[in-house]
């Protein structure tokens, strides 16, 4: 079964730094895609950025980018200049390539931007 | 193009009653996936139809069942409710393999008391 742990429940960091949000997984599967989800106060789920576990380039959307580190099971978030949007609980997910499309997510980090 | 919606925005029943929640997918998307997030916990798969067919399930008990229709719409049951089946119901969409995860609706969230 596969696993994602976020070990950071909660961050601060003020506006305009970068910051590092952690996350591993467990799998056997050789083949899955990685993701990172933003859900602010208004509880809608957004998508922020996607790997794709057999692309050795990590993932980059504008401010935000991905460290995958595949061998090590390691996919972690960085968000650089951070904006007072940027305030939201962060998930961490896993999704294998083939079968059904569950989605796994971890518990997730609330990251609080402060001004 | 409209998003993910869903229907009810808000909810609150008794505890030993029946819900039924909502979900329209993105037009032209035939894959509907449900989740339940529990406060303060990461969203957990309940079920997936693809062309009208059940794809996948979660560990979820017999109390929860899904459909989706021809026009590729969808339904969460949730029978005999329990206190612990309060929690935002998300739906997601999808076309392909390549946008899975990338369509949630803003959730129904379910109080039961």
């Known amino acids: 079964a596969q696993t994602v742990t976020q070990s950071q429940p909660e961050m601060s960091v003020q506006e305009a730094e970068t910051v590092t949000l952690s996350c591993t997984y467990d799998t056997s599967e050789s083949n899955y895609y990685l993701f990172w989800y933003k859900q602010p106060p208004s509880r809608q789920m957004i998508l922020v950025i996607r790997?794709?576990?057999?692309?050795?380039q990590n993932a980059t959307e504008n401010r935000f980018s991905v460290n995958f580190q595949k061998a090590a099971k390691s996919f972690s978030l960085k968000i650089s200049d951070s904006q007072l949007g940027d305030t939201a609980m962060y998930f961490c997910a896993f999704m294998k390539q083939g079968g059904d499309d569950k989605i796994i997510f971890g518990k997730g980090t609330r990251l609080h931007i402060l001004p | 193009d409209a998003g993910v919606t869903q229907s009810p925005t808000h909810l609150i029943k008794t505890r030993g009653q029946q819900v039924t929640l909502r979900c329209s997918p993105i037009?032209?998307?035939?894959?509907v996936s449900w989740y339940q997030q529990v406060l303060g916990q990461g969203p957990q798969f309940i079920f997936q139809?693809?062309?009208?067919?059940?794809?996948g399930r979660g560990n979820f008990p017999d109390r929860f069942s899904a459909r989706q229709f021809p026009n590729y719409s969808s339904e969460l049951n949730v029978n005999a409710l329990l206190l612990g089946d309060s929690a935002l119901y998300l739906c997601a969409s999808s076309l392909a393999k390549w946008d899975i995860g990338q369509y949630f609706g803003p959730g129904t969230r379910l109080t039961v008391t």
């Open positions: 139809y693809y062309e009208k067919e059940e794809r």
């Open positions: 037009s032209g998307h035939k894959s």
């Open positions: 790997q794709e576990a057999y692309k050795q």
